[in-house]
């Protein structure tokens, strides 16, 4: 697998290994066919960036059993929502978790990368004031 999250780019699919940094909150919401889906937005990332990860159904919960542990997502799929990219797994993709203690730590990716769109200023350096 040697795509990284910097080669991801909107409108293609996309096979990587990813470490699930963090979870955010799951909500609801009404599916194109009118049924309720459950959704949540997960941060995942490697040495090269972080990126949005979006669980749909009962992916959410699976996913949510397997945060900061590293993950191979086959077949994934890219988008662009609000100017950020956003990874799901789309119609066709997988994901399954591996062992791989040479990944980089969820401490390490979040310190040096911010979710794409998530930046404090310009450079997305921060100010370090309140």
């Given amino acids: ?26 909500r609801k919401v009404q599916s194109k066919k009118g049924y309720q889906l459950s959704v949540c937005t997960f941060v995942v990332g490697d040495e090269t960036g972080a990126v949005e990860y ?11 059993k397997n945060v900061y542990r590293v993950i191979e997502i086959k077949d994934g799929w890219v988008k ?23 990944f980089p730590l969820t401490a390490d990716i979040l310190k040096k990368f911010k979710p794409a769109g998530d930046e404090d200023d310009e450079d997305g350096g921060g100010t370090g004031r309140d």
Avoid: H, I, Y
Wanted: net charge positive; proline share 2%; hydrophobic share 40%.
């Fill in 54 to 64: 979006s669980a749909f159904g009962k992916d959410v919960m699976t996913m949510g």
């Fill in 1 to 26: 697998m040697s795509m990284k999250v910097k080669d991801l780019a909107p409108n293609a699919n996309a096979s990587l290994r990813v470490r699930v940094c963090a979870q955010g909150q799951s």
């Fill in 80 to 102: 662009e929502w609000n100017g950020k990219l956003q990874l799901s797994l789309g119609k066709a993709g997988t994901w399954e978790v591996v062992e791989d203690k040479d």
